[in-house]
């Protein structure tokens, strides 16, 4: 990662399909920035209680203490309650963006005010598609980790999300947003990937 000044905000996104390591990522990235002593504050969206309600928490356990919040717009109220971090971490962006929420909006603003801005998220759902505002927030992103998996079926490189329901593909038309773990999703490459349709 390349700053040149101290005082420009930096916009890092990480993102790619389930278990290729995205919140693992971006926990390092926050560990090194502590190391460093800056100050750090991470946000998860608060639907995803898999492993914990308040930690951030990857596949791997590895662990760090989040804010969860409903929609982007609640940080500014939580910064001026805290002050203005060096950095700022949210897991999960493809959970924000409802029509109420104006995420990447919300990272712009907070990475003019000069903070370090470090997302991950799944880029596309499990049907495939673009997720959420993630598209959007690649567009504006200063840099972009694209990270993959290994394809349980086949083994060759990962980048899909596969949903199952009951050991089969889930529908095209199933709900979009279903927080879950192995017992739900697989990585998968393209040539693997399945989706049904009624």
Same mark, same amino acid.
């Given at each position: 990662m390349q700053r040149d000044?101290?005082?420009?905000?930096?916009?890092? +996104?990480?993102?790619?399909?389930?278990?290729?390591?995205?919140?693992?990522e971006l926990i390092r990235l926050c560990r090194l920035a502590?190391?460093?002593?800056e100050k750090v504050l991470v946000f998860k969206h608060c639907i995803d209680t898999r492993y914990s309600v308040t930690d951030l928490a990857s596949h791997d356990d590895s662990k760090l203490e989040a804010i969860p919040i409903q929609q982007s717009t609640e940080i500014f109220r939580i910064l001026e309650a805290r002050g203005q971090p060096d950095v700022i971490a949210i897991d999960e962006a493809?959970?924000?963006?409802?029509?109420?929420?104006?995420? +990447?909006?919300?990272i712009l603003?907070?990475?003019?005010?000069?903070?370090?801005?470090? +997302?991950?998220?799944?880029d596309?759902?499990?049907?495939?598609?673009?997720?959420?505002?993630?598209?959007?927030?690649?567009?504006?992103?200063?840099e972009v980790k694209k990270?993959?998996?290994?394809? +349980?079926?086949?083994?060759?490189?990962?980048?899909?999300?596969?949903?199952?329901?009951?050991?089969?593909p889930a529908f095209w038309d199933?709900?979009?947003?279903?927080?879950?773990?192995?017992?739900?999703?697989?990585?998968?490459?393209?040539?693997?990937?399945e989706v049904r349709r009624r």
């Open positions: 000044h101290q005082n420009f905000g930096w916009i890092t +996104v990480i993102c790619g399909c389930m278990f290729c390591g995205k919140t693992t502590q190391i460093a002593r493809q959970f924000f963006g409802s029509p109420n929420d104006s995420f +990447v909006e919300t603003a907070l990475s003019k005010m000069g903070i370090r801005i470090i +997302v991950a998220g799944l596309q759902d499990f049907r495939g598609l673009p997720f959420g505002p993630m598209p959007n927030l690649l567009a504006v992103a200063h990270l993959q998996a290994i394809c +349980v079926n086949c083994h060759g490189t990962a980048t899909m999300t596969q949903r199952l329901v009951s050991g089969q199933d709900p979009l947003e279903e927080v879950g773990g192995s017992e739900m999703y697989e990585a998968r490459c393209s040539d693997c990937h």
